[in-house]
């Protein structure tokens, strides 16, 4: 199983991003995927999960701004990023909990917002 992450880059304050990540390797459910993020200095942190039955779960720091979705059928986990902030200038790791597989992480893709 690999995860592959794109849709990283600069921008500008108050653009948009859309980050996606596809896992490869086979054919899988999934039990939670998710999107957390690491800025330079600081922990990784949680920044949008959701669940197979669609449930999502979104920090506090991004919340009304940013938002998750998954499309099942292409293994494909997306995070929608508005009104974007440079404190959410970060690296982006997507995360997949799928059955029977375990947990895996992707390679990670920059985002910097700066004017």
């Known amino acids: 199983v690999q995860l592959q992450a794109s849709g990283g880059g600069l921008v500008q304050p108050g653009g948009s991003l859309r980050l996606s990540c596809a896992a490869s390797?086979?054919?899988?459910?999934?039990?939670?995927m998710g999107w957390y993020r690491q800025a330079p200095g600081k922990q990784r942190e949680l920044v949008a999960t959701?669940?197979?039955?669609?449930?999502?779960n979104i920090a506090d720091s991004v919340k009304g701004r940013f938002s998750i979705s998954a499309a099942k059928v292409v293994n494909t986990v997306y995070l929608q990023m508005n009104n974007l902030k440079p404190e959410d200038t970060a690296i982006y790791y997507c995360?997949?909990?799928?059955?029977?597989?375990?947990?895996?992480w992707g390679q990670g893709t920059l985002v910097t917002v700066s004017s």
């Open positions: 390797g086979g054919i899988f459910s999934f039990n939670l």
């Open positions: 995360n997949m909990d799928l059955v029977s597989r375990g947990r895996y």
């Open positions: 959701i669940t197979s039955g669609g449930t999502t």
